[in-house]
Every structure is written in structure tokens, then in C-alpha cells.
């Protein structure tokens, strides 16, 4: 396993929950990572990005709430999501980008490595 990502359960409205990310891969330091988030009958999405210089992305439906961090010693990349509402349901996967790319991309297709998914359900 390369990806493993967890953290994931069930929480009310307004909770939080903080999702990580554990890599086994060699140059961890050197891709992007994302997390990503599919929910049912829904294309899956890039929530927030992260590059190998720190440069951040955040999906407009998420910034202000969510915060990724990434620990490159730990070979760990994490996602804090506070003000959780029922619209972050979903299932949510790290992803690695392993082009050594300077920038971090938001298309699934951009992400070679992916984790197993850890399921976030918000209840109202």
C-alpha cells in the first residue's frame, strides 16, 4: 500500500474531523499531493492541493474551513475540516502526483498514486 488515508467516521453539523494521509513512496518531498472527495452520483473533485514548494489549493467550497498540511519527514499530508455541513459527505482519497511537477494540479487524471478512501459522513 502506498496511499493509506483514515480519519474518516461520523459527525454533526458543525464538528470536525481531521483526515491524514500516510505515504510509503520514495521522493515523497518532491510531488504534490491532493485529497480529493466523491460523493454518490458525483464526479470526483480536488478539495485541496498541495505542492512540493508548499503552495496551496483549496476549492472554493471548502476554503476558510479545510486546512492541508504536509509533513515531508513523516511522509504524511493532512486535511483539518472544520464547519463540517452535510455537503462534505463523501468519500474522500489522497492522491500523489509523481511528475515532480512544480505545481499542484485539481484533475484526478493529474494523480498516479491514490489512497483506499476514508468515508466522512456529516449528519444534520
Known amino acids: 500500500v502506498q496511499l493509506q488515508a483514515f480519519g474518516g467516521g461520523l459527525v454533526q453539523a458543525g464538528g470536525f474531523l481531521r483526515l491524514s494521509c500516510a505515504a510509503s513512496?520514495?521522493?515523497?518531498?518532491?510531488?504534490?499531493m491532493g485529497w480529493f472527495r466523491q460523493a454518490p452520483g458525483k464526479e470526483r473533485e480536488c478539495v485541496a492541493a498541495?505542492?512540493?514548494?508548499?503552495?496551496?489549493y483549496y476549492a472554493d467550497s471548502v476554503k476558510g474551513r479545510f486546512t492541508v498540511s504536509r509533513d515531508n519527514d513523516k511522509k504524511t499530508v493532512d486535511l483539518q475540516m472544520n464547519s463540517l455541513n452535510p455537503e462534505d459527505t463523501a468519500v474522500y482519497y489522497c492522491?500523489?502526483?509523481?511528475?515532480?511537477?512544480?505545481?499542484?494540479?485539481?484533475?484526478?487524471?493529474?494523480?498516479?498514486?491514490w489512497g483506499q478512501g476514508t468515508e466522512v459522513t456529516v449528519s444534520s
Open positions: 513512496v520514495r521522493f515523497f518531498s518532491n510531488y504534490a
Open positions: 498541495i505542492d512540493r514548494s508548499g503552495d496551496i
Open positions: 492522491a500523489a502526483d509523481r511528475t515532480f511537477s512544480s505545481f499542484y494540479a485539481t484533475s484526478p487524471n493529474s494523480y498516479d498514486i
